[in-house]
């Protein structure tokens, strides 16, 4: 949405039909989520960000996991060092998920 408003109800609803016939094609092992406000509507959840960050879920029986969103980042550098460890937990996560 236009100067970083959160997106309507509606609008996430036509999104999330896309998104799941995308999932439904390409069947990933894993989904990286930006930000809490993606991930709160798409989990269904009122979970905080650093809660979400934290923790692991599923979407449609994908494994989750939830990081900064890149625009937050930018304009809050101060927290590199999280970005860097949440990269770092998605790379280990997708490495765990590629060993099974």
Not at 48 to 74: K, M, N, Q, W
Request: hydrophobic share 40%.
């Amino acid at each position: 949405p236009h100067h970083g408003r959160n997106p309507k109800p509606e609008e996430f609803a036509m999104c999330e039909r896309w998104l799941v016939a995308q999932l439904d094609i390409l069947q990933p092992k894993l989904i990286c989520m930006l930000g809490s406000v993606v991930a709160q509507t798409l989990l269904k959840s009122e979970a905080s960000l650093t809660e979400l960050r934290a923790g692991e879920f599923h979407f449609r029986g994908i494994p989750v996991l939830v990081i900064d969103h890149p625009s937050y980042l930018l304009r809050s550098q101060k927290h590199k060092r999280r970005a860097w460890l949440g990269l770092n937990r998605l790379k280990d996560y997708y490495q765990k998920l590629s060993a099974i």
